[in-house]
């Protein structure tokens, strides 16, 4: 029987009565302390045991959400309860827990102070009461059955009862104006290089991530979106990166770029509705494939860029903003045609016709010494809002990543009824909050197309294998880099793009579709496809754990092109497809852990030690003499087919009619002579 799944997005007084575990929650949330922020100095030695216990604490806070979900009519009759049963259970698991990482700390160097402090948490109000639907109805009214049996939704909104909610959308045409971009000085590194790795079209997801929680499968409790690498998943050993498939056009370029999946709350049951990451963690809906997504690298408004370190370890923005709050908070939302207005906490209703954007600009300034750091954090840093790095930092390529969706703008009067809600997947604690997007990036480019971006970015020229067309955002982001304030998503087509600058001058360029046949379209390493047929396509039974028997496709060849080679332009191999066309999703595929490529061995990559900068100024050159590839012109040489006799057999019928014209024009001449 059919579940009303929508109506609740904007109810919070939903009956007891209702199916699910998440049906009544009463617009609460667990709020604990962070401990990994406060980690920002982690000895080597130390750092897997810490990850461990850290994604560790997350678990712990999912199940004790999970827990409050469950009791909502307990807490709703004895207000302490939550405390008594919930909260102090938990805090007692953090305690052990944070006793644990205080130990793997100090017996590798010195003994961490005031964690034992972050143990306790609260049940607080989220804040996402809201008033019924125009029409009535009773959010919690519905039938047995939904997805896995927790259809149900409560006070949290959303298909799976933890948001969203109507509060969370604002229309794009009343949200502020993006800020200016910062003055550029005449040292300004004003190229872009594009990468161009397809949407997700092949739909390559895990609920890992090999950044925050390396080794720990789900340790991100929402699933990701990958392009780039296709073989990310927690278990991934650099040298996997560094030798797997990749969906870029560019085989140089093997990075990982990923993100939560934008789902709509619109009762689908993707095949990880009963996995973790997927519907146990109330990540809910039908998961939407990108129709565009952008990756354009640039320079810094006060001076040239250097290369970055191969295997940069960068997460922009923070999953657990909501509870943390803004201070690391950095994505924006808007809406093509009003890119020039931008959206921080909200996610944007756009007009007909537009299309959803989200943007990260990712931190542009490297310590000079580590490629990853004990928080992820402070080997990167912004830069401040006249585009300089803080000192003993150095600016890199910028990575800015444009998302784009065909999505429409929800009915909010109804709950989603008539235009389902959508909203990226979270913690589940996190309900679901547009402020807790966020992005992830590891550099997996080859050394030389990494020298070739530096002089192209210096030397202000267009490069890359998607640079042939489309929008170019611009350099650092107006007013700086600091998170916690908007930040401009792309380009107001027909204007000068806010939050950037156009290579080489101030003009602008309308954005355009990403290529037919980005990457490797579908068959390359990663996953053997098997999953299930579903409506929307086939996902494994258990996304966030690599399916055993996995093996890795075809590998890249170990050559390298050198640094003054052509943007590529080749059509890759493997199956095509239009990103965006509506049509039926691919089967996902989940990338292998590094314990099935054991065979795999590449050289290359680094050790992780964070010594890699031997060569950190190479590339640093804006002569023109080499350093970068020339911008492609959209001309290809003609082909030569056929052996020597048969171009000469060929070429016969031509030379016979030349030999017959000059016959024609000497007699003529005689004839009027005479």
């Not at 049940?123 to 996402?128: E, T």
């Not at 409506?535 to 890249?556: I, K, L, M, V, Y």
């Not at 099935?596 to 061995?601: F, L, V």
Request: some cysteine; hydrophobic content about 30%; glycine content about 14%.
């Amino acid at each position: 029987m059919a579940a009303n799944v929508y109506a609740s997005a904007t109810v919070d007084d939903a009956p007891a009565g209702g199916a699910g575990r998440a049906r009544v929650l009463g617009g609460a949330t667990i709020d604990c302390p962070d401990v990994a922020t406060r980690l920002t100095s982690v000895p080597e030695r130390a750092r897997p045991e810490v990850d461990k216990e850290l994604a560790a604490l997350d678990e712990q806070i999912a199940q004790a959400y999970r827990r409050l979900g469950e009791s909502a009519e307990a807490v709703r009759q004895d207000p302490g309860f939550a405390d008594e049963r919930i909260v102090e259970p938990l805090g007692e698991e953090r305690s052990a827990t944070l006793e644990r990482i205080v130990a793997a700390i100090d017996a590798a160097g010195d003994r961490p102070a005031g964690l034992e402090e972050l143990a306790d948490c609260t049940v607080r109000d989220s804040g996402n009461a809201s008033a019924p639907p125009a029409d009535g109805r009773n959010g919690g009214e519905q039938d047995d059955g939904g997805q896995d049996g927790e259809q149900g939704q409560g006070g949290n909104g959303g298909q799976a009862g933890n948001g969203p909610v109507a509060a969370d959308y604002a229309d794009i045409t009343g949200a502020p104006a993006a800020p200016a971009e910062p003055e550029r000085t005449e040292d300004a590194s004003r190229g872009t290089f594009t990468s161009s790795c397809g949407v997700n079209e092949n739909g390559l997801f895990n609920s890992d991530n090999v950044i925050a929680a390396p080794g720990v499968a789900n340790g991100a409790h929402h699933f990701h979106d990958y392009i780039g690498n296709q073989a990310t998943n927690a278990f991934s050993s650099d040298d996997d990166l560094a030798k797997a498939d990749t969906s870029c056009e560019d085989p140089g370029d093997r990075s990982s770029y990923y993100w939560p999946v934008l789902r709509l709350q619109n009762g689908t049951q993707e095949q990880d509705a009963a996995s973790p990451g997927g519907g146990i963690e109330g990540n809910a809906g039908e998961i939407v494939t990108p129709k565009e997504v952008t990756l354009t690298f640039v320079g810094n408004p006060r001076g040239e860029v250097i290369a970055m370190p191969r295997l940069l370890r960068i997460i922009t923005g923070d999953a657990k903003s909501f509870v943390n709050g803004p201070a690391n908070a950095n994505a924006s939302w808007s809406c093509t045609g009003f890119e020039d207005r931008q959206l921080k906490d909200k996610y944007p209703l756009c007009p007909q016709g537009s299309d959803v954007v989200r943007t990260f600009r990712f931190q542009s300034c490297w310590d000079g010494r580590n490629i990853d750091s004990a928080n992820h954090r402070t080997h990167m840093a912004f830069t401040a809002a006249d585009g300089s790095c803080p000192s003993g930092f150095r600016p890199v390529p910028q990575l800015v990543q444009r998302i784009v969706y065909d999505v429409d703008a929800p009915s909010l009067d109804d709950g989603g009824r008539t235009t389902p809600l959508f909203a990226v997947d979270s913690f589940p604690e996190q309900l679901h909050k547009p402020v807790t997007d966020h992005g992830d990036f590891i550099n997996v480019f080859d050394e030389d197309l990494m020298r070739e971006m530096v002089g192209c970015i210096n030397s202000g020229r267009t490069c890359g294998a998607g640079a042939d067309g489309g929008e170019q955002p611009g350099g650092e982001q107006p007013g700086g880099e600091e998170p916690g304030g908007e930040q401009p998503g792309g380009e107001e087509p027909g204007g000068e793009q806010p939050g950037g600058e156009e290579p080489g001058g101030e003009q602008s360029q309308e954005p355009t579709a990403a290529p037919e046949n980005p990457g490797d379209g579908g068959d390359g390493e990663g996953g053997d496809g098997d999953a299930g047929e579903q409506p929307g396509g086939g996902r494994p039974e258990n996304p966030s754990e690599p399916p055993a028997t996995d093996q890795p496709a075809d590998e890249q060849p170990a050559t390298e092109e050198p640094a003054t080679r052509e943007p590529a332009t080749e059509e890759p191999a493997g199956e095509s497809g239009a990103p965006g066309d509506g049509g039926d999703r691919p089967e996902v595929r989940v990338s292998p852990s590094a314990e099935e490529n054991t065979e795999a061995t590449g050289t290359g990559a680094d050790n992780g030690d964070g010594d890699n900068t031997g060569d950190a100024n190479a590339g640093n050159d804006d002569t023109g003499d080499g350093n970068g590839a020339p911008v492609d012109d959209g001309t290809e040489p003609q082909a030569v087919t056929g052996g020597l006799a048969e171009t000469g057999a060929q070429l016969w019928p031509a030379a016979a009619g030349a030999v017959l014209v000059t016959a024609g024009v000497v007699v003529l001449r005689r004839v009027r002579r005479t």
